[in-house]
């Protein structure tokens, strides 16, 4: 077996990700297939937007869009098909689901940086910005489109790239409704955790408890400075992960027997494929929080503790290569506990 604690192919640091756009209205950095070929189905991107910025009206072609909002307070629009239109206040701890297609923006209107999470369906998403569609038609085009004379349209700078960044001119127009709730909008941070237990707890964005929800979840995992994500795997789904705050360490086996071993840190993010085996340990010494995104409305997992308890302690020493008489006395466990205690030291490097 190899053990590799400095670089594994399923991780890099968002923070230091491919540059989308960078400029003094903010930044877009993200990690695609293209920089971590190992992702399938998800990629993942942060977006920080300062005060009076926003991310300009696009659409993302090939993936539903699920994004949490780390800090700021910004208005979100989507204009659904059936000519559906939403406007609402995201804050902090908050989410939004805009799915494949949907013409959607995301503007600061608040006085302090908005910072964005977004997981995308895809593992290389594309994008078209609406501004940048309008160069691809003529004057004439637009006229017809709009009942006006085309002559309207030679006045404005028209191109096919796309601004994805842009000022806001003015205040912001924030409609009364962006303040009431939208089947868009889940509050995830706001729920009770679902799993609550001495050495972590999780809340959960799944179809369950948001019905918007059709081929992407999230996890808000918080384990303690003495706690860890037993070693389990997920049958059917991948997963993907953004270290929000904290330290930890990860191991994963693939297929060819071979280990993968690091450390993460605040701004890493990493991706596991389905079904394979692996496990989180807080190496820190406060609480870590993970944000950790699902390529399905509703993951589901198969975890160690419970693996042992399926088994008679014939078949398991059969399995481990071991005398009966040398097993240890596994605890029976009918449900896994997703995070448990950790009563040994952390392992050295």
Known sequence: MTTSITRSTHTLSLLDGEIVEESDLGSMRRVTADNLPILKNLSIKRVLLNPGAMRTPHWHANADELTYCVSGTAL??????????????????????????????????????AEFIIAFRNERPEDFGFGATLGAFSDAVLGNTYDLPSSDFAKIR??????????????PQIPASAYLGDPHKFDVEAQPPSLNYVSGSARFARDQYWPALKDIS????????????EPHWHPVTAEMGYVQHGDARMTVMNP????????????????????YPHHIEN???????FLIFFDQPFPADIGYRASASAYSREVLAAAFDT????LPTFP??????????????????
């Open 332 to 349: 029976f466990t009918p449900a896994d506990p997703l995070v448990v205690g950790r009563l040994n030291p952390v392992d050295p490097r």
């Open 76 to 113: 979100v629009s989507i204009l659904d098909t059936g000519s559906k239109f939403s406007s609402f206040v995201v804050t902090a701890g908050q989410m939004f689901h805009a799915e494949s297609g949907s013409l959607h923006h995301i503007e600061n209107i608040g006085d302090d940086v």
């Open 256 to 275: 060819d027997g071979t280990l993968d071993t690091w450390n993460m840190t605040t701004g890493d993010m990493y991706f596991i494929p389905r079904a």
């Open 218 to 229: 999230m996890y808000s995992l918080r384990v303690t400075e003495d706690g860890m994500r």
């Open 283 to 289: 190496i820190g010494h406060d609480d870590w929080h």
């Open 323 to 326: 005398h009966l008489d040398d």
């Open 158 to 171: 028209r191109s096919t790239t796309d601004h994805k960044l842009a000022a806001r001119i003015g205040d």
